[in-house]
Nanobody
Framework: QVQLVESGGGLVQPGGSLRLSCVAS????????AGWYRQAPGKERELVAG???????DYADSVKGRFTISRDNAKNTVYLQMNNLKPEDTARYYC?????????????WGQGTQVTVSS
């Protein structure tokens, strides 16, 4: 059974950094496209950063220049490096990935990891 498991969240002061990890476990061929989303209380889930099968990246305007998405195919892992964090970055962060299993691609979500930016 394939699962996405996020880690790396926590409490950090404004201006600080965190690195989130999303590991795909189970019998998979590879992670194709992937993205990090976040959802704050009372708000809709929004795409923060995405990476394509060809490693092209895209970011929400609110995080450009501060966040970096990357991947390690050998470890079936996608990362989100978050620098210069702001209180408005506080949210639960979710990993989403399209994973190739056999001849088909399947979409998976992780359970999320909480990021709180506060002094």
């Amino acid at each position: 059974q394939v699962q996405l498991v996020e880690s790396g969240g926590g409490l950090v002061q404004p201006g600080g950094s965190l690195r989130l990890s999303c590991v795909a476990s189970g019998t998979i061929w590879r992670i194709n496209a992937a993205g990090w989303y976040r959802q704050a209380p009372g708000k809709e889930r929004e795409l923060v950063a995405g990476i394509t099968k060809g490693d092209m990246t895209d970011y929400a305007d609110s995080v450009k220049g501060r966040f970096t998405i990357s991947r390690d195919n050998a470890k079936n892992t996608v990362y989100l490096q978050m620098n210069n964090l702001k209180p408005e970055d506080t949210a639960r962060y979710y990993c989403n990935a399209q994973i190739k299993i056999g001849r088909n691609d399947y979409n998976f979500w992780g359970q999320g990891t909480q990021v709180t930016v506060s002094s």
